[in-house]
Every structure is written in C-alpha cells, then in structure tokens.
C-alpha cells in the first residue's frame, strides 16, 4: 500500500528564513505528486504538482518544489518565507495503478515568526 | 470561494440521530471525493464518485452511506455514529485521473 510520510511534524521560523519541508512517500511505480496548503480557518488549496518532466517544479507565492525519483522524495522549498506563509502544509501522492486514490502525508504545521 | 460548497459548516448529532452531509461544486468537474480529517492523522479516503459512480471504497464502516445523483452533488449519510467518528469530513472534486483535488471548507462532525 501507498504510503506518504513528512519529516517535521511543527516548523517554526523567522520571516526570511529559508524552508524546506520533507516529503517521502513509499509506492515504488510511476507517480504524481501534490503540495497542498491550509491556512488558518481556510480550505485545502493546491500549492503545486509534479505530473513529468523537469523534476523541479514552482508552485504559486514562491513555492517550489524538487522530485528525486531515487530517494522517493518530494522537498518543499521556499528561499526567504513570509509571516503569511503561516500555514499547515501537506505532502500527497496519486500513484498509477492505486485508480483514485490520493493519499496525504500527516502534515507539517510552519509558524513563522514577524 | 472555493468552487466546492459543502453544508453545514458545523453539525452535533447523538449517537442515535440520522444525519447528511451536502456537497455542491460548481468547477464542472466529473469525479467527487470524501475525506476524513482527524487531529494528528494522515487525511483518509472514503469513497470516490467518477461520473456518478462509486470507484474507491476504503472499507469505510456501513453507519456511512454515501449517494451521488449528479457530477454536481455528492452527499455522505449518517447513522448512528460513534464519538470517535467525530472529525472534519472534507469534500474534493476533480477533473478526474490524475488531476488535482478541489476541496471544499468541510463539515466540522461532533458527535455525543
């Protein structure tokens, strides 16, 4: 079975610290990957997604994030965050073969501090 | 504005009460999901609707009977739940395949 795991359970940083977010995920075939977004009081919202291609993909508000296909991992990263960036942020994957089923890392929760 | 509506926002029920929970999106799109979200757990798939019908079952207890009339709307039915089934039960569509989920702001469940 699918599995997806996320490294840091609370991040907590100063605005303009660098991030990085850890994603690893177990299904071992073809995949596509997904950063989702919560904001406080708000609804999950894509951040961005790897279908194929360059393995490095930008997402919206200066997201970013890179595919290691040989270390099953899918970091997210953000050069200098902002007190907005306050947010839960979840890891999840589609694999082939799995039909419908995306399944979620258990989040990683940033605060960033003004 | 999300796209995806789900009603209400918030719902108590007893243990005994039938209940439903309503999703409406407005994207167009032809494949529709349940989630449950519990505090400190991975989101967990419940059932999967592609064009009206059901795909994806994730041996989700019988007290939860979802229908799907159209690719518009996507109900979850509920009956004589559990404490422990009180959570966010969240609601997604999308083009189907692949394509990324569009989720609506949940349905906060509590059940006494």
């Known amino acids: 079975a699918q599995s997806v795991s996320q490294h840091n359970h609370h991040v907590i940083l100063s605005e303009a610290a660098s991030l990085e977010l850890g994603c690893n995920y177990s299904?071992?075939?073809?995949?596509?990957l997904f950063w989702y977004v919560q904001y406080p009081g708000q609804h999950l919202q894509l951040l961005l997604k790897?279908?194929?291609?360059?393995?490095l993909v930008k997402g919206i508000k200066g997201f970013e994030a890179e595919f290691i296909k040989s270390k099953f991992s899918f970091n997210l990263r953000k050069p200098s965050v902002q007190w907005s960036d306050t947010a839960e942020y979840f890891c999840a994957v589609n694999a082939h073969n799995y039909g419908q089923n995306f399944v979620f890392g258990p989040g990683t929760r940033l605060s960033v501090l003004p | 504005e999300t796209g995806v509506t789900q009603t209400p926002r918030h719902l108590v029920m007893g243990m005994t009460n039938k209940k439903s929970l309503k999703c409406e999106q407005h994207?167009?799109?032809?494949?529709m999901y349940w989630y449950k979200q519990s505090a400190k757990k991975p989101l967990e798939l419940m059932f999967v609707y592609s064009l009206e019908e059901r795909v994806e079952n994730n041996s989700v207890p019988s007290r939860f009977s979802p229908e799907c009339p159209n690719s518009s709307h996507l109900f979850l039915h509920l009956h004589t739940l559990q404490p422990e089934d009180s959570a966010l039960y969240l609601c997604a569509s999308s083009e189907g395949g692949y394509s990324p989920l569009h989720f609506g702001n949940g349905t906060r469940l509590t059940v006494t």
């Open positions: 994207l167009g799109h032809n494949a």
């Open positions: 299904y071992g075939g073809t995949v596509n």
């Open positions: 790897y279908f194929s291609g360059d393995p």
